[in-house]
Structure formats: structure tokens, C-alpha cells
């Protein structure tokens, strides 16, 4: 059996504990809360880990700018990869688009990619009746499902 330093044993313990405070440690040695924990007390040393992990970062902006001034002006569209297991209608995809002005979300389900111009076109048509606003802007990922002969046409002739 080898001895293990009491300096080294209890840096051990912060690291197990995920870099958890020595006077944390400490009570839960007191209280008997964990066993074979020995008693903690604090180290001279600092933990370089900790010290990184609280470091200060530069703060996210709290709100992206806007570039959509009405509704439909920037509409971004996704298609989601194929599920492993397909709904009970028999669906492995979804569509969705995004208003980026209201923040309205549409989503279809479809049992396969090349259902999605022809969903685009019902969607947009429908959307252009009811609300009579023009959609400006769409916005995708760039996949194939977006980049046929006939989107381009139709979205050149709808001035999208």
C-alpha cells in the first residue's frame, strides 16, 4: 500500500469534486457526508483550473440587430436532416420558416426532401393572401433542397 501526501490527497478531492471549494469540502468532511473523505482544510496553493474557469469574458450583446423592418421582409428556412425513426404518418423531415420581424414560426413535417418546393409555394401563396405582405427576403442554409432550377425561377419571379 502506497501513502499518499495529505497535500496531494486533498487536492484529489477538489479535483473529484469537480474543482468544488475547499470550505465546502471541509463541511462535507465535518458532517460526515461523504465517506472515506478526510478532513479538509485549505491549501497555500491556488488551483490554476478554478482560476481559469473564473475568468471574466467579454458579455453577449443582448439583442442582435434587427435587419427585417416589417413582417416577411427576412424569412430564414431550415430543412432538418432525416430522423432515425420515422413519425407514425411516416415523416422523416421538417421544415420551418421564421419571420424574422413577428418571430412567427411555421414548421411542416414531410416525408421527404423533394416535397419542399412545392410546400414553399402553398405556404408562401397562403401567406400572401392572408396577410397581403410580399416575401422579401429568404434566408436558408444553402442545402440542395433550396438551390433547384425551379426555386430560383420562382423565387426570381416573385422578386424574392
Same mark, same amino acid.
Given at each position: 500500500m ?5 497535500e496531494e490527497e486533498?487536492?484529489l478531492?477538489h %479535483? ?11 463541511m @462535507?468532511?465535518s458532517?460526515? /457526508?461523504?465517506?472515506?473523505l478526510?478532513l ?7 488551483c490554476e483550473?478554478c ?5 471574466p469574458?467579454? /458579455?453577449?450583446k443582448t439583442a442582435a440587430p ?5 413582417a416577411l421582409?427576412?424569412?430564414?428556412s %431550415? ?9 407514425l404518418?411516416?415523416?422523416?423531415y421538417f @421544415?420551418?420558416?421564421v419571420?424574422?420581424?413577428?418571430k412567427?414560426i411555421?414548421? %411542416?413535417l ?5 416535397e ?12 400572401e ?8 427576403i ?5 442545402g440542395?433542397e433550396?438551390?433547384?432550377k425551379?426555386?430560383?425561377? %420562382?423565387?426570381a419571379?416573385?422578386?424574392i
Open positions: 502506497s501513502v499518499v501526501n495529505v486533498i487536492w478531492w %479535483y473529484r469534486f469537480g474543482h468544488l471549494n475547499f470550505k465546502s469540502l471541509n @462535507l468532511s458532517e460526515k /457526508m461523504v465517506c472515506g478526510p479538509i482544510h485549505c491549501p497555500q496553493k491556488i483550473g482560476v481559469i474557469g473564473k475568468q469574458r467579454k /458579455m453577449f434587427q435587419r427585417a423592418k416589417k421582409g427576412v424569412v430564414h %431550415y430543412v432538418c436532416r432525416p430522423f432515425d425513426v420515422s413519425s404518418e411516416g415523416n422523416r @421544415l420551418t420558416f419571420d424574422e420581424f413577428t412567427k411555421w414548421l %411542416y414531410l416525408k421527404e426532401k423533394k419542399v418546393f412545392s410546400l414553399f409555394v402553398k405556404w408562401c401563396t397562403r401567406l393572401k392572408q396577410s397581403e405582405w410580399k416575401l422579401n429568404l434566408r436558408t442554409d444553402g440542395g433550396f438551390n433547384s425551379e426555386f430560383h425561377e %420562382y423565387c419571379a416573385k422578386g
